[in-house]
């Protein structure tokens, strides 16, 4: 039978143990909050009425609520005050020693069945629990700030938790509505590990100078319906608190990828530790401020003119070919799409026709509109109709070989001038230049499918394409209402470096027998706010898809950290490819 938790207590009132005492309030729990002295009871008094009188203005508590949950919170300086208390949660500074020996102080206090919970977030929970007398009853419990409004609790375990600790805890966070997800007791848990990790490859991105601060975070907002972009990110979280965490992960885990980027280490020196400073990677109106005061113009060539672009030619038939020829027909260019056969060019106007009567019937267009984007739209099978386009685009399969192939034959038969764009997203764009008369001509542009939804696409140009021609591509992203971001010819260009590194770590994350696909994609989703959890995605993607872009990054960067994970492997293998087999890292037939 489970502990009656209707009193719990509260050590620490900062901004997150207010937080959580809120939430236990709200609630209907009893609550003992223990601050150290009376200063920093004050404050926590204030975090107190600050939440909840805000929470009042914007109609989420009546005033007699709010004075209802804040007569459930009794506050002092005593810790003995937390005895009756038969769950205590620890939310103090995040320093090892003064929470061991809060641990210790709290064994002589609390009767053998209280439980013990921290609000650590990368520190060990097996080092807290050894601690105590109590081994077995200690476990932790991360909260997210503020602590009212995010509804994820991360619950670690050790390998000597009681399991009937685990139930009870959970039950009460599902009691004060948050979402709970287990784990066990590794550095950074489940979302600290797998956020972070990616955080810092974008400081690395960022410090070598592939994209701009305002195109690596574009990428991953448009590309992945991320809130927001990795560096805003770290600057909402604070550089010095991302540099603990990657430090503490680092030292545990003695991966890489997670060693600190030199630059955070730079800025923490210099002052600049995000929003709370003013200063991070952006610059805010004030400490505290959300509001940016020096974002960068879009994206412009110097010195260099667009050409001209009216007729477009794209080389492919599957589902993003068919989708980038409705985008630009609907843009007002000129399109014709080359097909292997005739029932191959049907088919992609069928799609383009399809979508497009959907528009109609949702009001997006007029009929009108989808007659004229339809009468700029042509197909052919001889690749010599795109003679006259002024900027190809290659849409065909994901093989290096038959790229090359194709792009040598484009240079026999378009003109000069014309621009010719692949839309791979992992391959080398150089190597189509290379077998080409006009490698100055050959450019990356890759779109995100479904292309007529996303808006980004990745402009990517070699070392040998024309400033002009980099120009041209971005206009016409822009004239079909996309977003366009640049970066160097490297393997993943933006999103891709920095998603899949991600997907591969929370499948070694599972095949540690760390914590659940369920828990996991939850944790990601409720946690972080990203749309899809790492397995629905790779699911969505294709777990053959997401093997093949890894080993492309293994190969280009030589990173032990993105070798891909053998679980990715033994699934392909196995016929388990995601949603379009119907089974991959869940169960998509039931």
């Known amino acids: ?241 991302a540099y603990a965490i990657l430090d503490s992960i680092y030292h545990t885990s003695r991966d890489h990828l997670h060693a600190p980027a030199p630059l955070l280490k730079q800025l923490i020196t210099a002052g600049m530790l995000g929003r709370k400073t003013g200063r991070g990677f952006y610059t805010y109106a004030a400490p505290d401020s959300p509001e940016v005061v020096d974002p960068a113009p879009p994206t412009t060539i110097a010195g260099a003119d667009a050409r001209a672009v009216r007729a477009v030619g794209v080389v492919g038939t599957g589902t993003m070919a068919a989708g980038i020829v409705e985008v630009l027909a609907r843009s007002g260019y000129d399109v014709i799409v080359r097909a292997r056969a005739e029932e191959k060019v049907a088919a992609v106007r069928k799609r383009v026709e399809s979508s497009l009567e959907k528009s109609v019937a949702k009001g997006r267009m007029s009929s009108d509109d989808r007659d004229a984007t339809l009468s700029r739209l042509r197909g052919t099978t001889d690749l010599a109709d795109l003679a006259e386009a002024d900027l190809i685009i290659e849409a065909v399969v994901e093989d290096l070989d038959v790229k090359r192939e194709l792009f040598t034959q484009l240079d026999k038969v378009a003109k000069p001038g014309a621009v010719l764009a692949t839309t791979t997203s992992s391959l080398p764009v150089v190597e189509c230049a290379a077998v080409t008369s006009r490698p100055a001509d050959v450019i990356g542009m890759h779109w995100f499918n479904p292309a007529p939804a996303m808006k980004l696409i990745e402009v990517v140009p070699t070392v040998l394409t024309a400033p002009d021609v980099v120009a041209t591509v971005l206009a016409v992203a822009r004239a079909a209402r996309k977003h366009p971001v640049t970066c160097a010819d490297r393997a993943g260009f933006i999103v891709n470096a920095l998603l899949f590194p991600y997907l591969n770590d929370a499948v070694r994350m599972l095949e540690a027998h760390y914590a659940t696909v369920e828990d996991i994609d939850t944790a990601m989703k409720v946690g972080c706010g990203h749309p899809m959890g790492p397995f629905e995605l790779a699911d969505v993607v294709g777990l053959d898809v997401t093997l093949a872009i890894q080993r492309t990054l293994y190969l280009e960067f030589r990173e032990p950290g993105y070798a891909p994970a053998p679980l990715i492997e033994h699934l392909v293998r196995a016929g388990y490819l995601g949603r379009k087999t119907a089974r991959g890292f869940h169960n998509h037939s039931v």
């Open 1 to 241: 039978m489970g502990l009656d938790l209707t009193t719990v207590a509260v050590v620490g009132l900062g901004t997150m143990g207010a937080g959580i005492a809120e939430v236990l309030a709200r609630a209907g729990i009893e609550v003992i909050g223990v601050e150290k002295d009376d200063a920093g009871l004050q404050r926590g008094l204030g975090h107190l009425a600050h939440s909840t009188d805000r929470a009042v203005r914007d109609g989420k508590l009546t005033g007699q609520e709010r004075d209802a949950l804040l007569g459930r919170i009794r506050t002092g300086t005593d810790l003995s005050a937390v005895a009756p208390a038969r769950l205590v949660i620890e939310a103090i500074d995040e320093d090892l020693d003064e929470k061991k020996a809060l641990f210790v102080r709290l064994d002589e206090l609390c009767s053998a069945e209280t439980i013990f919970a921290t609000n650590t977030s990368s520190l060990s929970v097996t080092e807290l629990a050894a601690a105590t007398g109590r081994p077995g009853r200690v476990v932790g419990t991360h909260w997210f700030n503020p602590a009212p409004v995010m509804g994820l609790v991360e619950i670690i375990s050790t390998v000597v938790t009681d399991p009937t600790v685990l139930t009870d805890v959970t039950g009460l966070v599902e009691r004060v509505g948050k979402s709970a997800v287990t784990a066990g007791d590794r550095a950074g848990f489940i979302v600290d590990a797998l956020l972070f990790g990616y955080l810092n490859n974008a400081v690395r991105m960022l410090e070598a100078r592939y994209a701009s601060r305002e195109d690596v975070d574009a990428a991953m907002r448009f590309g992945c319906g991320h809130p927001m972009g990795p560096l805003a990110l770290l600057d909402l979280i604070g550089l010095d608190t």
